[in-house]
């Protein structure tokens, strides 16, 4: 009887043992779902400006001598490279609602003094008024679906009203945070209240 108690407390303690291994690993710190590595500055020279540029041009009627000239996409080659413009003008308006996105690289200055703000005090704007930031770049993502669903009917009419939808859009963004404007005005009043009236 004793032996038998014996060996009990034995294979308890071992089983005791076995179960009390060495404390686990602190979980690792969470990782960043988002690394907004290009700025502001680098979605706008590079995805935002160009394709915008090749929507507006898409469709272009000159006055001539014999009469208006129209200009528009034909091939599937034109429809396509505008498809693509399309997205990125949607997608850039995402990436723009991102936070913690510088809006220049240290020591940037504007390159158009006195047009636009400087880098620093665009980002001003931008930290004074993060809402109607938002909002504009949710206006350009949704302009950009307008284009997008234009393009893929091969609608020229659609893409002409995108296009004034686009231009509306990039207008009231300019001049809630680029352009300068003096304390009082309308338009930085706007930037903390919501869209103009007319904005998308």
């Known amino acids: 009887m004793q032996r038998g108690f014996h060996h009990g407390l034995l294979l308890s303690t071992l089983l005791v043992a076995g179960c009390s291994g060495p404390d686990p690993a602190p979980s690792p710190a969470p990782v960043q779902a988002f690394q907004p590595t290009a700025t502001v500055k680098d979605l706008m020279r590079w995805m935002v400006d160009p394709s915008a540029d090749a929507m507006w041009d898409a469709v272009v009627v ?28 949607l997608e850039a ?15 940037a200055v ?6 636009d703000l400087e880098p620093d005090e665009i980002a001003a704007r931008i930290a004074d008024s993060p809402d109607a930031w938002q909002r504009s770049a949710r206006e350009l993502h949704d302009a950009g679906v307008v284009m ?9 009419d659609a893409l002409l009203a995108g296009g004034d939808r686009l231009d509306v859009a990039c207008e009231n963004c300019h001049t809630r945070f680029w352009y300068p404007t003096s304390p009082g005005s309308p338009a930085l009043e706007d930037s903390r209240t919501g869209p103009p009236p007319g904005g998308c």
Not at 62 to 87: H, M, N, V, Y
């Open 110 to 115: 504007s390159e158009l003094p006195g047009v």
């Open 148 to 156: 997008l669903e234009a393009v893929r009917a091969r609608d020229v």
């Open 93 to 107: 308006g995402n990436l723009l609602q991102m936070e913690n996105r510088r809006v220049a690289d240290t020591g």
């Open 62 to 89: 000159t006055s001539t001598a014999d009469g208006l000239e129209e200009q528009r996409p034909e091939t599937d080659d034109e429809w396509l490279a505008l498809e693509k413009d399309a997205i990125l003008l």
